[in-house]
């Protein structure tokens, strides 16, 4: 049953569960098997005449775009920019000679980002919707739109929509660089490593209560929690801060670690929890180091390190993936964590307070 909780607790537990099936059918559906990549050829043409691409987009989607700037400077070599939907419809930046929009929604129906499309349209700018919603405003509305194929998701927070727009962003940037003839594009073996982050999903979803006691002992009794990371592992520490903070309430930040010395140590107090991803190698021992000011400080550290990264002690080891990929097995980790210390508060994991499916005001 598509809708329903089948024989979960929570559509948010099923959701999470989900994520292995929904890398495996988003490569099975863009990137069939000795064919060329499913999407079509108008949409990779067109972006790849872009000089710069802008991708817009809100809460959890907008983190996903900050995975999707990386993955199209890297595997398309066009330069890329993330804005918050509510920031850029009334602060619109300079715009590059042969702009490209890209917006991210898994409801297609946020207003924050509709009103920047509208305004993109009636500029006549070339605009693509990455939505889970086939029929939704912001997919009538783009002159292109791409669909998620995560399946409908009805827990407030959003956990698989996550993972597979970073999926289907990948998809397109690999396109895109094919087409560039870009040899970054070509040797990128992207359905090997969505089979492998499956793989990673599920051992990380096969054990839940691995994760219950986890969360338990590390924001079993936080009031305050912080998750740093740098570079991609920075950009998945907000999404994992944002998924603890919308539904447990603990007051949590995200923020790269090399910003620590800078401000945010001040709040290192003995038993403050401190989650870490670290799966960049070039930015490894640095972040080790922040963990080391951390720990001195008495902050209970959480490492959840990739194997080519892993250090005795860490807590948690996952599989090593192209750095840009990393978020689709990181985040699974942050998911977990934010959903078991909310049961333990005895809180509405499905349905937190204050907070809507989708925004339709702005
Ligand atoms: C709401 C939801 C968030 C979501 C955001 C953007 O605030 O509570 O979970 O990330 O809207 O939604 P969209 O449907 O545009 O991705």
Redesign the pocket.
């Known amino acids: 049953d598509a809708i329903g909780k089948g024989t979960y607790p929570t559509f948010m537990l099923k959701e999470i569960d989900e994520q292995p099936a929904v890398m495996r059918r988003i490569s099975q559906h863009y990137l069939p098997v000795d064919q060329p990549i499913a999407i079509d050829p108008a949409l990779i043409q067109h972006v790849a005449q872009a000089d710069r691409l802008y991708f817009v ?5 907008y983190h996903a775009s900050l995975v999707g700037k990386r993955l199209f400077e890297r595997y398309a070599q066009i330069p890329a920019e993330a804005g918050v939907a509510s920031e850029f419809g009334y602060h619109w930046p300079l715009l590059s000679a042969k702009p490209f929009f890209i917006f ?7 207003a924050d ?1 509709r009103q920047v499309l509208v305004e993109a349209k009636r500029r006549g700018l070339p605009t693509l919707v990455i939505t889970n919603v086939a029929n939704s405003t912001l997919a009538r509305e783009a002159d292109y739109h791409l669909l998620l194929h995560a399946g409908p998701e009805i827990a ?3 956990t698989k ?1 996550y993972t597979a727009q970073i999926a289907v962003e990948a998809v397109l940037a690999k396109a895109v660089g094919e087409r560039r003839q870009l040899g970054a594009a070509q040797s990128f073996d992207l359905a090997g490593q969505l089979a492998l982050a499956a793989n990673a999903m599920d051992e990380i979803t096969d054990n839940h209560q691995a994760w219950d006691q986890l969360a338990a002992e590390y924001l079993g009794s936080a009031t305050d929690a912080f998750y740093l990371g740098r570079g991609i592992d920075y950009d998945v520490s907000l999404e994992a801060a944002l998924k603890l903070k ?1 539904i447990s309430y603990v007051h949590t930040e995200g923020f790269a670690a090399g910003e620590l010395k800078h401000g945010t140590i001040a709040l290192i107090e003995p038993g403050v929890p401190v989650i870490t991803f670290i799966t960049e190698q070039a930015t490894a021992d640095h972040t080790r180091g922040n963990v080391q000011e951390v720990k001195a400080r008495g902050g209970n550290v959480l490492v959840i390190a990739s194997e080519a990264c892993q250090q005795a002690g860490d807590q948690i080891v996952i599989p090593t993936l192209t750095d840009e990929l990393m978020p689709l097995v990181t985040v699974v980790c942050g998911q977990l964590l934010a959903y078991y210390a909310t049961l333990q508060r005895g809180l509405n994991v499905d349905q937190p307070r204050n ?5 339709t005001v702005e």
């Open positions: 987009a809100a809460g959890t989607s991210l929604s898994q409801s297609g129906e946020t980002s407030v927070a959003s929509a919308e907070l809507a499916k989708s925004v």
